[in-house]
């Protein structure tokens, strides 16, 4: 049995008004990604905006597959966090999506803010 990855993890449900312009954005609490560090911290939150086209993220997916980064082997960093979400996203729905973490770090006295917009990719 395989382990699905984190963008088999990713849903989307029919936009019942597609000729309704509508703009969508999740704000989500980000878990700790990282045991070694414990970060990012409490109060970190990243944000998906995208103009609704035929589909749209299922919210319950969304969660699974935030949660399916923590201690991700590849995806290390913030900023690859960042890209890799904005890019799955974008490629789930067929329309351009921006992701914006604001992160808080334990250890450090700073934050971080990295914002992404992705295009849907040709597979």
Known sequence: MTVP?????????????????????????LPELCPATGNP???????????AGERLLELFS????????????????????VQTVAQDGADALGVEVTASADVRFKGLRQEQRVTVVARPEMV
Do not use: Q, W
Request: net charge negative.
């Open 41 to 51: 911290a409490s109060g970190s939150t990243l944000t998906l905006r995208y103009t």
């Open 5 to 29: 990855t984190p963008a088999e993890r990713l849903r989307t449900i029919a936009n019942a008004k597609p000729g309704l312009p509508t703009v969508v954005e999740h704000v989500l609490h």
């Open 62 to 81: 969304l969660d699974a597959y935030i949660d399916a980064f923590v201690a991700h082997p590849v995806v290390r960093d913030m900023e690859m966090f």
